[in-house]
């Protein structure tokens, strides 16, 4: 999440069983997602634009998605971007140990030194 995107209009919908947040700046969204085959589209108007966690915390206030379904989908959501967003910076800081140089082990001498390969 490094944009500075903001939605006016969170929800969540349904496709083949998976339910997942949805954000968009208009409530026109639900036609496409309809066409897209989505089923149970819940979208609300934030009033207001605001970026996907604070969206995404604001929809677990609303009564509209407080059943166990929508509360489940939004939290993991949560949970998950926030993880996302903790670990980011600590991937660009990531330090790596300088990698050690192989030994080479010495070779054993055969009496037969003569002999083809």
Do not use: C, W
Request: hydrophobic share 45%; glycine share 4%.
């Amino acid at each position: 999440m490094a944009t500075d995107k903001t939605f006016s209009v969170a929800g969540i919908s349904n496709l083949n069983g998976s339910y997942k947040v949805r954000f968009a700046n208009d409530m026109m969204r639900i036609k496409v997602l309809a066409k897209s085959g989505h089923t149970d589209i819940r979208l609300a108007d934030l009033e207001g634009g605001f970026d996907k966690l604070t969206a995404a915390s604001k929809l677990l206030t609303m009564d509209e998605f407080s059943d166990a379904i929508a509360q489940a989908t939004i939290t993991e959501y949560i949970i998950e971007n926030t993880k996302a967003t903790a670990k980011a910076p600590a991937k660009a800081v990531k330090a790596t140990a300088p990698k050690a140089k192989a030994v080479k082990a010495p070779v054993a001498v055969t009496e037969d030194e003569d002999a083809p390969f």
